[in-house]
Structure formats: structure tokens, C-alpha cells
């Protein structure tokens, strides 16, 4: 029988007391239909994963690459100007010990996208 999948109907807030003493809200710890208790940072956790963030140097990109990397990823920042790229992924791999690559690419152009695609399954 193939393993049922985790939905959200079986997860149940419960209340669980800080460091400090105070309660933790319910998004911070859910019990599990496992019956185990996990954080949101459990449940999204992405160690052994990469991650591509197109246009990933700056902006929204930016905080999704700071994002994936806080959660574990090794993360691979494309877009159309390289020295942006390289700054940010220097940043992020300094502030969270992660991985990180810098790729220059034009996701309008298709020989961009492919040599992306190239570049990061050989060596990222």
C-alpha cells in the first residue's frame, strides 16, 4: 500500500512553552498525525537539496535565495548581470554557511537557459 501523504487536515495545533517560559503560537509547533511534535522550520527543512533562483541577486529573487539557504539548501543564483550574482551569493554563503554559485543567464534566451541547466548539473 503506498504511503499516505501529509495533509494539512492532520495536523493539530498544540500549545508548547519557549525557553523563556511563554507559549509558542500554534505555527510555531504542530503536533503531527505521527503524534511528533515539529516546528515550521522541521517541516521545510532542505539539506542534500539545491535550489535555482533565476533572478535571484536582487529583490523578491534575493530573499528567496536567503530563504532557501537558511533552510538548508545549497543555492545556485542566476541572472543577467554576473557581478550581481557573485555579490549576492558571496553574502549569503558569509551569513549562512551554505553553499552558493553565481551564473550569468538570459531566461529569455534558450541557449541561456540550457547552458544553465549544463553548468549547475556539472559542477553545483
Known sequence: MAERLQCAADIEPVPRASASGNSLTN???????????KTVFDLFKLEGRRALVTGGAKGLG??????????????AIASRTLSDCQQAAAEIAAATGRRTAAFQADMTIAADIDRLKAEIESGF
Open 62 to 75: 534575493r530573499v528567496m535565495s536567503e530563504a532557501l539557504a537558511e533552510a538548508g539548501a545549497d543555492v
Open 27 to 37: 505555527i510555531q509547533a504542530m503536533k503531527l498525525n505521527d503524534n511528533t511534535n
